[in-house]
């Protein structure tokens, strides 16, 4: 299956856009227009806090939501394009649900597709050549080095995305979140709970 030509993150070098956007960046730091941790601010709002909420929305409505669920996993594009989360890079997405038996996690070997509409900017460890070859040799030792400890029973699925099929992980909420409002359930979906390289964390 074809992978997105203009997204390949195999050249050793960065792209041309990629080098004067560097260039541009330190020129303005060097002339103090800019503060660095500011900027570091806004990519991070854009990649782990105004992406990810469009996903973690979608999740949230789903655990408490049957009917929603269901329309979700066996209608998905039609349930995301009415909320408007489709688009560039998020044309057929599939959402696998984790369960006690099977936890999903979602690579892509040859690039690094990703439902932008969902989940923003990709992490850069998603489009290292470290995460994309090992996920899929040993995902059980990957997913401890994210810090996820499955029970020895649980089989792991791995999902290799290309350009016309992306995945979105519904995770499990765990016990101790039933009863919370969608809202604040929305607080609780991390992006990595929707690549598959976390879970839902306990309540605080
Ligand atoms: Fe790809």
């Known amino acids: 299956m074809p992978h997105d030509i203009e997204n390949h993150s195999h050249s050793l070098l960065p792209s041309e856009p990629e080098l004067k956007v560097k260039a541009i960046e330190s020129a303005l730091v060097n002339q103090g227009l ?3 941790a500011a900027l570091d601010e806004i990519i991070d709002t854009y990649q782990n806090k105004i992406g990810p909420k469009n996903g973690a929305s979608i999740i949230a409505k789903a655990w408490i939501d049957q009917d929603f669920k269901d329309e979700l996993m066996s209608n998905t594009m039609a349930v ?3 909320y408007g989360f489709y688009g ?3 044309e057929h997405i599939r959402v696998v649900e984790n369960t006690p038996e099977v936890h999903n996690i979602v690579v892509c070997t040859l690039c690094s597709c990703y439902p932008w509409p969902l989940l923003g900017i990709p992490p850069t460890w998603y489009k290292s050549d470290e ?3 090992r996920v899929v040799r040993e995902p059980r030792k990957c997913l401890s080095e994210f ?3 499955l029970p020895e029973n649980t089989n792991i699925r791995v999902w290799d995305s290309t ?8 995770p499990m909420l765990p016990d101790a979140f039933k009863g919370f409002s969608e809202q604040e359930l929305v607080g609780i979906v991390s ?3 929707m690549i598959g390289t976390g879970l839902i964390g306990p309540a605080k």
């Open 131 to 133: 995460y994309r070859s």
């Open 191 to 193: 992006r990595d709970a």
């Open 147 to 149: 810090g996820v400890k």
């Open 88 to 90: 560039r890079q998020g």
């Open 80 to 82: 995301l394009e009415k």
């Open 163 to 170: 350009a016309e099929i992306r995945y979105l992980v519904l």
């Open 34 to 36: 800019i503060d660095p």
